[in-house]
Each structure stands twice: as C-alpha cells, then as structure tokens.
C-alpha cells in the first residue's frame, strides 16, 4: 500500500491515551476584573483593613507627588510614578507576611515603602547614588530590578528554595504588562507551575508598555489567561479596586502557601502619569482616556465606600492627610540633603576578594582623589622634553 | 558657485536622516523595536518614519529582545533588510543567544548561502546620569563574536555615513551610538548628505608628532580635548578615531604609531579583557621597531557601571588621558 493510499484510509480518531493533563475550566480568569468596592460584598469587608488601604493609599499618592516634584528640583535623576496604580503597590505590599518576599520592579518603590522600607532608601536607585541603597534581607524585598521580568526566574527559584527547606514562605513578584512579552515571564511561569513554587504573579496592566499599547503587547484575550497554557489559575481584577487587588491576592497566597502552586493576577489599572517624568505622553494617548480614568481613581473608590459606611468623617480624612503630609515632609528634607558619597565605594563590592588589578586601579583612583583635594591634579605630563618625532 | 545653508543637527537627528534615506531608498529597510513607531524611539531618533512610511515599515513590537532580533533573522531571511533598535545597552542582553548562535553564524553555516543583512542599532556607554543598566560599554562582548561587525559613531557627519554604510552592508552589523553624543551638534547641509566612508576605515581626527591616541565613539572628544590641553606641555598629540572595531583598521593606526613612536588607547569599557588590549597587542605587532615606549591604556574600571553620581570617577577623562601621557617617557621612568 502507497502512502498515499494509507491516507485515504485514515480516520482521525484520538490518540489512544491521550487525554488533558489538568482541566483547564478552573484555571480560565472571569470574564470581568474582579470588583468589591461599589458592590454588595462591600458591606462585609473589616473596616479595620478598609481603614489601613485608605491610609497606605493616601500616603502613596503622596510619595509618588513628592518624589516627582523631587526631580523636577534636580534631586532624583528619574521617577517612574504609580499615580493610578497605587491600590496594586500598597495591597502587594499588605498581603505579605513578614518572612514573605517581595520582587518589586523598577516601577513598585511605593510597594517596597509600603513594606516598611525607609522612603529615601528606597530612592536611591533613581536618585543615582547607589543601585540598590537598602539590605534586601532587612524587609524581603529584591532590589528593584529594571531589566523587564528578569525578577520573576529569581522569584520562582527564591519560592522553590524555601520550599525545599520546608519553609512557610511565599514570593509574590511584580511586572508590567510590557514585561509579560519577555522570554523571562513565560521562562518563570513554566518553571513555577512544573515546580508548583509557592509564587504569586501580578502584572500590573496599566495600559502602555512606555508609549506601546496592551493591543500591540498581545493578541491574548487578556493577559490572565496566559496562565492556562502554563497550568496555573489566572486571575482578572480591578486594579484600582484596593479591596478587589487585596482579595484576590490574598487567595492566591494562601493557595500558594497551601501548597497549591502559583497563580498569574492580572490587575487592571492606569498609568495616569507620564511613564517616567522624562516621557512626554501626549505623543501616545489622549487626554480623554485619561480623564476617564482619573473617574475611577482608587483613593476616591476607597473613600466613596468609607463614607457611605459611615467610617470615614471629615476629621479621620484630616488625620490621614495629615500623615502623609509629614511623611512626604520629611522625604523632602531628607531628599534634598547633599548625599556624601565615597568615591572609593567604586571598588567596595566587586568582589568578596578585591582582584590585585582592582587594588591597583582603587590606589590609582586614591591618589586622583588626594591630587584633587590639593589642586595638583591636572598638572599634566611635563612635557615630551624632545621625544617627540 | 551658489553658497548653500548649513544647518545644525543633533547626532540624533542624522541618524534618523539615515535611516529615512536608506528606506526610501530600498523598500527592503524595515524599522523594529520597542516605542520605535508612534514616540520615535526613546531617542527620538526614529521620529516620524511610522508617519511617513507607515507602521509595517517602522513597526512597535511587543517588548521582546530576543523576539525582536529572532523576527529579524526570518525577515532578513525572506530578503528584508531589517535595522532593529535596542533601547538601551544593557537591554540588549536578551537577545545574545540569537545574536551569537544566529545573527553571527547564519552565513558561515549555510556556507554563504544565507546572509544576513541585519543592522542592531544600541543606545550605548555612560556620561548621561542614567540609573542602573543604562550605560554599559557591551562593546568588547560583541568584538569577540566572530560573524559580526563593531560600528562607533563619534561625529554628527559619521553618524549618517556609518549608518548608511551598515544598513547596505550584507552582513550583521552592531551600530553601537554614544548615547553621550546623540545631542552633539555639527552644521552640515540638508540637502546633501556626507559622502558615505566604508566602514571599517579609521580617520586621524587631529595629526600630531608626539604620540598618538586611539579611540573611538564617546571617548573621541574626550581625547580632542586631552590633544589641545596637552599642547600646553609640549605635547603634539595625534588623535585616532578608529571608528569601527570590526573590521579593525590597522593601517591607519600602525601608521600613526610609527609616526609618532607612541601610543595610548583610551576607551571607557573595562580596559581588562576590553578593546584596548587587543589594540595594544596589534600595535605592538606591527610597530614593535617604532616604540619608544610600553602602548599604554586608559579605560574604564573593571568594575559594574557605577551609580551616576560616581561615574564621572569612572569614565576616562583629560586628566587620566594625560597621566598617562606621561607615563610615556619610558626612558626617563625605567
Ligand atoms: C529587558 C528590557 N528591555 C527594555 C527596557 C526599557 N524599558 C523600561 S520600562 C519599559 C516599558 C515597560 O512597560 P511595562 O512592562 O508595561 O511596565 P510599566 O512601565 O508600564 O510599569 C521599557 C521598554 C528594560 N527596562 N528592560
């Protein structure tokens, strides 16, 4: 019989032990972002926490209004704010426990403030005296990492570890819907999922990746549903819906804690700022879209809700501003202090053991430094005294 | 004679220009990267080719480097010329394993069957107070990958000629800009483009007698400067700009050295396992009779690029240039 003819006897019928690995049903996001505040299950969240989302979100859209002012005085190189996105930064930041470990990217300052490190610390990444000015031990929080989705491998393996060591510990690592295009994210994703690593992803959809639309990032029907085809739920919620991002996070941590794997959150939400204070945004949007999104701002959300519950009055607002205000005051007078800095930290943290070249260059730079300090530098070669051809 | 208009333009400026001529020149230049169509790249040096040529000519990928280098190999491939942008240096890094198993060796593998006309332009090097990751010097990483050409730019007027030249050229050319110099001015005239020089082909940007300094790219006014400071102390400097590391001019350069028996190379990458000591060694090859002194080098620290309130500490400037011209009166120190 030609191949030929063999094809024409072919029935397609399935292969014989195929079947689906996991049922991908559960996994499949809702059809709509997930929403409490403005609905019915509103009236049964604590007040205690809508409380505590109302303060950190206040504080944050300060902190993201201070340190943008902070660069137009020349104090911070760049500031990539997260106005419009702060109910994602500060809930990521509230879901953890103290030995969870967060792996914020170079947008999230404000999470890893929200996690208790120290405002100026926190800046002096894009302030540009040091790359990562804080002890990622001392709250769990990786450096701020500014190549795209290269922090969620290290969040994945981070997971994995603790795992291994029998530890109750979870990583919930943060990126853009930009970086969701990124060989990195499918890389963490799949090893997360094969290794059933207690991680926990939220993409922060705000809309641009710089000046590129979510329509030319993926043709997915959203972006939680790339979860599926790595075998892990994925989730849809509102990302200016603070109770919302705080819910479904939660969950997901505690089915990640229980053994249950990782699972993809896409948050919903808008970068109402410029990408960083360098971007000129008019280039790529409307201000109409913007405006409609200012609409849905999640403080305004959050105190619609404390208001109609009757647990937010005009002088508990007065007390949270207040807060802030002093928060964003000492970030100022902080911020706007010369940082000293030692030149000869250059050479401080290439190696546990300095190379002998390293030594050599550190005692080059040493006398530059001593030569500057008393003018000499800058006296020049003395003269080729006829060398010269 | 008619007196035609000089105009300012930024290096910036004259690399959009070039990338807008070879388009219109040959259908076959496509524009890819990230934020290159409606911002016009984060440069600006894109600016308007999505206008004018439409987005499948100049076209905003997903955010994806090695995506965006792979996509170009199955265009160049299909007989498309593609010029991808990499927004920043350190960015660039996702796409080394499509750059080094691919981009480098398509032509050597298919025995010349398959060239790839593939130009990656990459923002690159310090000096702007950029934070982390933004001002590696990557060039001594792709000089080291066979299968690849190494461009600087150091001019408004080799901005536009270089770029052209790498565009046309059959083979996978890394156009490595001085994100430095972008805002660089020269006058020149709109209506005529500078004559395009082969690349490959270095210049003597400043002759002297007394010794001779080999740069390239952000370093190359660096040492101009160094040059006239030095005049003070009766030093003729000549002054190399080798404009490309591959291929590497060795004639211009070991003519110069043998002028002038001397030699420093300057550049603001790592100087261990960087350029200058495969330039130092082809010097010293070719002009051992002729030197009076050790081919010295000046470059950066071999350190990870620093926070930028220190870089000033790390980048080579005049007065290191100057030490170690010094240092080149070998007689008198030994
Ligand atoms: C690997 C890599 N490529 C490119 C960049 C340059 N870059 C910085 S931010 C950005 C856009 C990121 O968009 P998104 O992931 O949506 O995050 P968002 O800025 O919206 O928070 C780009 C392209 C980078 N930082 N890393």
């Known amino acids: 019989m030609t191949v030929m003819e063999q094809r024409g006897a072919y029935r397609p019928t399935p292969p014989p032990a195929w079947q689906p690995r996991t049922d991908p049903a559960p996994l499949l996001p809702d059809a709509l972002p997930h929403r409490v505040l403005g609905t019915d299950a509103a009236a049964k969240v604590d007040p205690a926490l809508l409380r505590r989302l109302h303060t950190e979100l206040v504080r944050g859209r300060r902190y993201n209004v201070q340190a943008t002012a902070l660069t137009k005085q020349g104090r911070l190189a760049v500031y990539p704010s997260s106005t419009g996105q702060e109910a994602c930064e500060v809930a ?6 103290e030995r969870d470990w967060l792996f914020p990217s170079y947008r999230d300052t404000l999470a890893a403030v929200a996690r208790g490190l120290d405002p100026v610390q926190a800046l002096t990444l894009l302030r540009g005296d040091w790359h990562t000015g804080y002890d990622p031990h001392e709250h769990r929080v990786a450096p701020l990492s500014t190549p795209l989705a290269t922090q969620l491998p290290h969040a994945v393996g981070l997971a994995h570890a603790a795992r291994l060591k029998g530890d109750d510990v979870v990583a919930l690592a ?11 994210f499918h890389e963490a994703l799949n090893f997360a999922a094969v290794w059933q690593a207690p991680v926990v992803f939220l993409v922060q959809n705000n809309g641009f990746a710089i000046s590129v639309p979510l329509a030319k990032q993926t043709a997915a029907p959203s972006l939680a ?18 109770v919302a991002v705080h819910q479904v996070l939660s969950e997901a941590i505690a089915h990640a ?61 007065q007390e949270v501003r207040d807060g802030a205000e002093a928060m964003a005051a000492d970030l100022r007078e902080r911020m706007n202090q010369d940082p000293v800095l030692d030149p000869m930290d250059l050479f401080a943290h290439v190696y546990a053991q300095p190379t002998p070249q390293l030594l050599e260059q550190e005692s080059q730079l040493r006398a530059e430094l001593d030569a ?10 003395h003269g080729p005294e006829g060398a010269g051809r | 004679m008619t007196t035609v208009a000089l105009k300012p333009a930024t290096m910036a400026q004259a690399l959009g220009r070039a990338l807008r001529d070879a388009m219109a020149a040959d259908p076959a230049v496509h524009v890819l990267g990230e934020d290159v169509g409606t911002l016009g790249g984060v440069f600006r040096v894109t600016d308007g080719l999505a206008k004018e040529f439409g987005d499948d000519r100049c076209t905003d990928t997903p955010l994806a480097e090695a995506g965006i280098l792979g996509a170009a190999v199955g265009m160049a491939m299909y007989g498309l010329r593609p010029v991808v942008e990499m927004q920043f240096d350190a960015f660039a890094y996702p796409a080394f394993e499509q750059l080094i198993s691919h981009v480098a060796k398509m032509r050597n593998r298919t025995r010349g069957a398959m060239p790839l006309p593939i130009t990656i332009r990459v923002p690159y090097g310090g000096g702007i107070g950029g934070v982390e990751h933004h001002s590696d010097s990557s060039e001594a990483y792709y000089m080291a990958t066979p299968g690849l050409h190494v461009v600087m730019p150091a001019t408004v007027s080799d901005a536009y000629g270089l770029l052209r030249e790498a565009i046309a050229s059959d083979d996978p050319v890394v156009f490595l800009e ?15 483009p500078p004559a395009v020089e082969p690349i490959g082909r270095a210049v003597v940007r400043r002759s002297g007698r007394s010794a001779t300094l080999i740069t390239y790219g952000p370093s190359v006014p660096v040492c101009l400067e160094a040059a006239e400071a030095a005049r003070a102390e009766g030093w003729d400097l000549e002054v190399v700009d080798l404009r490309s590391l591959v291929p590497f001019d060795d004639e211009t350069v070991a003519a110069s050295v043998r002028r002038t028996g001397r030699a420093v190379v300057v550049h603001e990458s790592g100087g261990f396992g960087g350029p200058g ?10 002009c051992f009779h002729h030197l009076e002194a050790p081919v010295l080098r000046v470059a950066g620290f071999d350190i990870p690029y620093p926070p930028p309130m220190l870089e000033r500490h790390h980048l080579p400037g005049v007065d290191r240039i100057l030490d170690a011209v010094g240092r080149l009166q070998w007689e008198a120190q030994s």
């Open chain 1, 92 to 97: 990521a930041a509230l879901v953890l426990e």
């Open chain 1, 174 to 184: 943060l990126v853009g819907d930009g970086g969701t295009s990124e060989g990195d």
């Open chain 1, 225 to 242: 549903h790339k979860a599926v085809g790595y075998g892990m739920p994925g989730r849809l919620v509102d990302g200016n819906d603070a």
């Open chain 1, 257 to 317: 804690r229980a053994g249950g794997g990782p699972t993809l959150v896409e948050a919903v939400t808008y970068r109402i700022d410029a990408h960083t204070n360098a971007d000129d945004a008019t280039r790529y949007r409307g201000d109409s879209e913007v405006e409609t999104w200012r609409g849905h701002d999640p403080i305004v959300l959050l105190e619609r809700e404390l208001t109609e519950r009757g647990l937010l009055d005009e002088a508990a607002l």
């Open chain 1, 372 to 381: 500057e300090a008393d003018g000499t530098l800058g006296a020049g070669p």
């Open chain 2, 178 to 192: 001085p994100k430095r110099l972008y805002w660089s001015k020269d006058s020149w005239n709109p209506d005529e």
């Open chain 2, 277 to 286: 000591g495969e330039i130092a060694a082809r010097v010293t090859e070719r």
